[in-house]
Every structure is written in C-alpha cells, then in structure tokens.
Nanobody, 123 residues
C-alpha cells in the first residue's frame, strides 16, 4: 500500500514553467511504477507521463518535449517538470502508482491516487 500527496500546483502565465512534486509514504516506493495524469473540466482523466527508472519513461504526445518526469528513490518523491506551458495544460494534476515495474499509460492500470493539485495557465 502507498499514499500519495501532490504539491507545487498554482497559477502561471503561458510559456512559463512549473514543477510538481508527489511524496509517497511507506516502505514500498521502489516496488511501484509512478505516473502523472490530468483532468480538465468536462473532460476525461488523461495520461501525462510515467517513470519506472531513469530512461524508462512514457510521455503523452501532447506534452512530449515540454514535460519531464523523474523520481528520487532516496526521498520517495516523483516530480513533473513542466516547461513552455500552454492554456490547454490547465487541469487538476494527479499523481498515481501501480504495483509492478513496467511502464503503463492507461488510467485503469493504476491502483493508488493522490488528491490532485490545480494547475492554471493564463494566456
């Protein structure tokens, strides 16, 4: 079992940057694959990125080249560095975890979820 707490959301202007953090509790952090998802008003929750180990990552086409996912095993924390932000990036961002060490890009595959953090990009 793992508990997730996101932080770092806020308001930023288009073209700016923001870094989200997700702190995981427990002693089993290394046993889980970690991911980021987002949900905008009136839309379904969508995949953003996932990381297993450095170099073992998957990104949604909409964020590829702009976002970077990483994890710090010593701190049991996952990060999402967001650059060149666009108004369409506005959404509630969720941290998620699943048992296993394979990268998966589907929402239903993830077992544990954080409470979400709001990201708003102004134009």
């Amino acid at each position: 079992q793992v508990q997730l707490v996101e932080s770092g959301g806020g308001l930023v202007q288009a073209g700016g940057s923001l870094r989200l953090s997700c702190a995981a509790s427990g002693r089993t952090f290394t046993s889980y694959a970690m991911g980021w998802f987002r949900q905008a008003p009136g839309k379904e929750r969508e995949f953003v990125a996932t990381v297993i180990w450095p170099g073992i990552t998957i990104y949604a086409d909409s964020v590829k080249g702009r976002f970077t996912i990483s994890r710090d095993f010593a701190k049991s924390t996952v990060y999402l560095q967001m650059n060149s932000l666009k108004p369409e990036d506005t959404a509630v961002y969720y941290c998620a975890a699943r048992a296993g060490r394979e990268p998966v890009a589907t929402t239903d595959a993830y077992e544990y979820w954080g409470q979400g953090t709001q990201v708003t990009v102004s134009s």
